[in-house]
């Protein structure tokens, strides 16, 4: 069974979500992260990364951004 929690985050809150995922994919390309074999995988942990925290009340896109990259041993 799928656990599903329905957030609400206020439009400066969602910019910074895109924003941040946004240029942790960019920084990913190129890499074997964003492979073929590997982009889906990748992409589910950087947003579970960056929706996480962002619940958690961080919402600077930066730190979002190189939070999620250090679980790919970047930022």
Do not use: C, K
Request: glycine share 6%.
């Amino acid at each position: 069974m799928t656990n599903v929690t329905h957030l609400t985050f206020d439009r400066a809150a969602v910019e910074g979500v895109l924003r941040a995922y946004a240029e942790a994919w960019s920084s990913l390309q190129g890499s074997i992260f964003a492979s073929e074999r590997r982009a889906e995988e990748t992409r589910a942990i950087l947003t579970q990364s960056i929706i996480e925290m962002t619940e958690r009340g961080e919402r600077d896109p930066d730190h979002l951004r190189d939070n999620a990259l250090r679980q790919f041993g970047m930022a």
